[in-house]
């Protein structure tokens, strides 16, 4: 079951400028809010958990490892089920968190799981970690990994392309609705249908202050600028024929709350298709581990964004990574 969040919730988006270092620390750190643990423990199992459960899916569904779109060693993408699926079928897109400093795509090959076996072909996008890369380069690299995936997208006839991405990567994912795809590549922004934003970081200003920002180097300007909440007018424009569903973890932090209503507050004065959900009885990092299994709400839901079913699928599918 999922709760929709209250269209009547009252939030200061403005209070985070009264709180101190540790309190913005506080309120920006999953961790500390979630009900499974200390914040170690959290995270420990969060870690071992993800690393275990992905190398299970890279060994038993097919997938290209590492494939290059950019001239960095952070620029990687795996990609499942290409070489299996048909042309046509949709290519689900998703890109990590981690405050843009930690994880990595190596880490969520578990998303793959129930979407190959429902028919989507499933890329695991990375970036440059901070502090090797600021914030400017990260969402640079994510647009230009974008552009191989659409030319990917347009050579296969894929019916489609749908982005997901948890915590950071709900703020890069978002930051991708808002570019003008054909003037950057020659697709049409049409070729991306929908988006599921887990747990994101709409405006960064908030973080500028806090330790989280340490290795990131954000000024107000440079995290304002990189905030899906500055370009919202543009990802509205670009948006018209997608769905874009907001989700966030009944134990995330209150400012995560805050966060995903105010960006769906925007939308749903809208004529975009929009909808906000509450993930009950798990935190942070809980929501994007349920990503592996059929039954969880936000599996369902982007298996129904792609007109799917979770079915078994042929049995090429099941051979050992390559």
Known sequence: MTSTMEENQNFDSDLWRKWSREELDYQYSPSRWSKQGTPEQVINHHVKWTAEESKKV??????????????????????FGANTLPGEAPIFVFIHGGYWQAMSKDDHSYVAHPLTKAGAVTILLEYT????????????????????????AKRRQSRGVYLCGHSAGGQLAAML???????????????????ILISGV?????????????????????????????????IINRSKNRKIILAVAEDDPKEFHRQTHQAFQVLMATDITTDCVISPGVDHFGIVEKLLYEDFHLTQMAVEMMNLNIAEIDKQMQKTAV
């Open 58 to 79: 890279r060994d038993n569904i097919e997938c290209e490892l590492n494939i290059s779109y950019g001239l960095t060693n952070g620029q990687k993408m795996d990609i």
């Open 129 to 152: 970690l901070a502090p090797k890369a600021n914030i400017e380069t990260i969402v640079a690299e994510v647009q230009q990994g974008m552009k191989f995936i659409l030319n990917m």
């Open 177 to 195: 609705l808002s570019v003008d795809w054909m003037s950057e590549c020659m697709v049409s922004n049409s070729v991306i249908k929908g988006a």
């Open 202 to 234: 709409f405006d960064l200003r908030p973080l500028v202050p806090s330790p989280i920002n340490d290795p990131l180097k954000m000024t107000e300007t440079s995290s304002w600028e990189n905030s899906p909440m500055k370009v919202m007018g543009d």
